[in-house]
């Protein structure tokens, strides 16, 4: 893989528009090409990936391309997640989940340098191919995949289709890693997203086929039960999800914790679903907000500046209807 170097700078205004709920909503950057993985760099500023390859910066008003992967594209494939070193002030790595040829990698790069893979092999398809990065707290680095259109491959261990990967920098498997392989957890359709409480326990979404699309608490080892189960079913043997969405309301993507309180973007369901959740680790009711007012939402985050941090995804080619300056990067309270 080559990177090929070049710089874009944007001005951006920030608008403040309506929020259904009455609070403000100020749209960071607008103009984007599919953005999807975002994180945050030690001094605040964000980073941003768009599906066709380009890494943005965005600080303050100002957006710029501070990098480019070359990938293939697809209806869901590309340059997708996105997460920053816990040690970025000394490494300078950041690390991108992205489609090959061939593959799905991971790959670790420093801004204006050349990717290199550190996880290959992650099966590729057109769909179905997960894209989440993050680190967590215990500092190892995480990601989800999909099944990319072949179930089985959820319940093969030696695969990486269908699983939450859990890995170190270098991308070998973490100490204490449920199968001394990478896979953490397994039985997974397609999870677009993941976070941790402040309890340091891990929830994902997870896409659905044609029925229910699920909010699990992930926990080493489990068996989320795809392709033989698709919401709750009866066999103990699966882990059950907490909540369980009609896929016409949810199709979730990105997961973020803010104020004890999971956020999911919808796809398909165009909107933000806010999931209480309980002492126990347990979830509350959902409830929606920004339903149909956005369009399709692809990632949420809660940013360093103490807001949430949303994408939409309206030009990604499934589904969506374009708004003026789609696609953007909103900031909200909630």
Known sequence: MKLRWCWAMITVLLVV??????????TVAKKLEVPWGMAFLPDKTALVTERTGRILSIKGTTVKEVGKVAVETGSESGLLGLAVSPTYAT?????????????????????????????????????????????????????????????????????????????????????????????????????????WDAQKRMYASELGQQEFDELNRIEAGKNYGWPECEGTCGNPKYTKPLVTWAVDQASPSGVAIYKNTVYVAALRGERLWKVPLKADGTAGKPAATF???????????????GKLWVTTTNRDGNGGTPRKDDDRVLRTDG
């Open 91 to 195: 490494d300078k790595y950041i690390y991108v989940y992205y489609s090959g040829s061939e593959d799905n990698r991971i790959g670790r790069l420093k801004l204006g340098g050349t990717v290199e893979p550190i996880v290959t092999g992650i099966p590729l398809a057109s769909v179905q191919i997960g894209g989440r990065l993050a680190f967590g707290p215990d500092g190892f680095l995480y990601a989800s995949t999909g099944d990319a259109t072949n179930g089985d491959s959820a319940q093969d261990l030696n695969s990486l289709g269908g699983k939450i990967l859990r890995m170190t920098a270098d991308g070998k498997p973490a100490p204490g890693n449920p199968f001394n392989s990478l896979v953490y957890s397994y039985g997974h359709r397609n999870v677009q997203g993941f976070a």
């Open 291 to 305: 339903k149909g007012t956005y369009g399709r939402l692809r990632t949420v985050v809660a940013a360093p500046d």
């Open 17 to 26: 528009t309506a929020q259904p709920a009455g609070a403000a909503v100020t």
